[in-house]
């Protein structure tokens, strides 16, 4: 290994950076029992801590290891006795969501991977929170060591070939410009790569079951944390909202009424967010028949859509703005639900009957996750389409 990368080890060590180069690190058998404890001290030190209460992301990514949850993933995998870990992981964090990079992380452990994960260039608190917890468990659990780095580096093209060049499977985070440029760096020829591309999200809200709903105050709650909390950043976040049913405009009054009583009370708009809002919008006027609904302050931007089409996706942006539409039938969705739309959370109709719909008769090109409204930040092992312990694992094949 060359001497002169300029790396900062957050957790690990120059030294088990070499043993990973040296192909010491022996890959585990998926949710092998030893992650499950090493996971278990992780989550309940993470819960237990006092800075963790300030950020709700960590406190559910805590929960989200905890030993239960982990167990109710486990009986997806049928095969865990024949699957091993691929080996090293090389996780290319996303600058934009604080804990994107833990969830990686775990996944390719319970996969049975050891992983080098280049942290967010973004300094979040977050980040510097699990990254120290981790290293107070670590060691405790020592022989885990060799199995843990998060590092970070500048945009250094020499230590993201080297990183490549050791690992078994790559996983970008971070949109398609990322993803070409880190693919300058090539792989293995018997490595694998999963990438996460530039993705946009949609919610549909059936406008007589919202008005009918007792908690509205719930779900503006609900809908924030999936779009605030990240700054609808995460391509989970929804850029458009979708109205089905009679009562559209009395619904879209309450809902968004409700939700703007979350929003003055916890978010903070700052003035280049604004101009970047209006710039937006400006963009958007000058290629498509849209209003601007009008609204007692900036920290709710709506915009009326006169029709779907495929390239509304590109006008997609942050810091609360919404492109919204009133559908006669879910099927007006489909324009939207190219290889980029990721995720279509609802509320008011039924989950079944809106995955039935939206695949049987509209099958798209994309949609790669269904969720109701407050769940779209949820992480699970199956995700953009990818069955994330079976892509980072390799099954035995025995007769």
């Known amino acids: 290994m060359q001497q002169n990368f300029n790396i900062e080890y957050v957790v690990g060590s120059e030294n088990v950076l070499q043993n990973m180069a040296a192909g010491s690190v022996s890959a585990l058998p998926i949710f092998s029992e030893r992650v499950l404890e090493f996971l278990h001290a992780f989550s309940k030190m993470l819960m237990q801590d006092s800075e963790t209460r300030a950020f709700p992301d960590v406190i559910t990514f805590g929960f989200w290891c905890r030993r239960a949850n982990v167990h109710e993933m486990m009986e997806e995998y049928d095969d865990s006795s024949v699957r091993l870990g691929r080996g090293i992981v090389f996780h290319i964090a996303p600058a934009?969501?604080?804990?994107?990079?833990?969830?990686?992380?775990?996944?390719?452990?319970?996969?049975?991977?050891?992983?080098?994960?280049?942290?967010?260039?973004?300094?979040?608190?977050?980040?510097?929170?699990?990254?120290?917890?981790?290293?107070?468990?670590?060691?405790?659990?020592?022989?885990?060591?060799?199995?843990?780095?998060?590092?970070?580096?500048?945009?250094?093209?020499?230590?993201t070939d080297f990183l490549s060049s050791i690992c078994q499977t790559r996983i970008i985070w971070g949109g398609d410009k990322t993803i070409?440029?880190?693919?300058?760096?090539?792989?293995?020829?018997?490595?694998?790569?999963?990438?996460?591309?530039?993705?946009?999200?949609?919610?549909?809200?059936?406008?007589?079951?919202?008005?009918?709903?007792?908690?509205?105050?719930?779900?503006?709650?609900?809908?924030?944390?999936?779009?605030?909390?990240?700054?609808?950043?995460?391509?989970?976040?929804?850029?458009?909202?979708i109205w089905l049913g009679n009562d559209v405009g009395a619904a879209q009054c309450e809902f968004w009424q409700n939700l703007h009583v979350c929003v003055k009370d916890r978010y903070e708009l700052k003035p280049v967010q604004a101009v970047d809002k209006l710039t937006a919008l400006y963009r958007l006027g000058t290629a498509h028949d849209v209003r601007l609904v009008k609204s007692e302050d900036n920290f709710i931007t709506r915009i009326?859509?006169?029709?779907?089409?495929?390239?509304?996706?590109?006008?997609?942006?942050?810091?609360?703005?919404?492109?919204?539409?009133?559908?006669?039938?879910?099927?007006?969705?489909?324009?939207?639900?190219?290889?980029?739309?990721?995720?279509?959370?609802?509320?008011?109709?039924?989950?079944?009957?809106?995955?039935?719909?939206?695949?049987?008769?509209?099958?798209?090109?994309?949609?790669?996750?269904?969720?109701?409204?407050?769940?779209?930040?949820?992480?699970?092992?199956?995700?953009?389409?990818?069955?994330?312990?079976?892509?980072?694992?390799?099954?035995?094949?025995?007769?």
């Open 96 to 159: 934009n969501v604080a804990v994107n990079f833990a969830y990686s992380f775990v996944t390719a452990l319970l996969a049975g991977n050891a992983s080098m994960v280049r942290l967010p260039s973004k300094d979040f608190p977050q980040v510097g929170i699990i990254c120290r917890i981790l290293n107070v468990v670590l060691e405790k659990f020592s022989d885990m060591q060799s199995y843990c780095l998060m590092l970070r580096y500048g945009h250094d093209k020499g230590v």
């Open 180 to 241: 070409a440029d880190i693919r300058t760096s090539p792989l293995p020829p018997r490595s694998n790569e999963i990438t996460f591309a530039d993705r946009c999200s949609l919610a549909i809200i059936e406008s007589s079951a919202y008005l009918r709903c007792e908690n509205k105050a719930d779900l503006a709650n609900k809908f924030y944390n999936d779009t605030y909390l990240s700054d609808q950043n995460a391509c989970t976040s929804p850029s458009f909202v």
């Open 304 to 399: 009326s859509i006169r029709r779907l089409t495929a390239d509304l996706l590109d006008y997609k942006l942050h810091s609360g703005f919404f492109m919204e539409y009133e559908a006669a039938a879910v099927d007006d969705i489909l324009p939207l639900c190219g290889r980029v739309c990721q995720t279509v959370s609802y509320y008011g109709v039924d989950g079944k009957w809106l995955r039935d719909k939206i695949f049987s008769s509209m099958a798209p090109a994309g949609v790669d996750r269904i969720v109701p409204i407050g769940q779209t930040m949820d992480f699970g092992l199956v995700w953009d389409g990818y069955d994330l312990i079976r892509e980072m694992s390799r099954r035995i094949l025995v007769k």
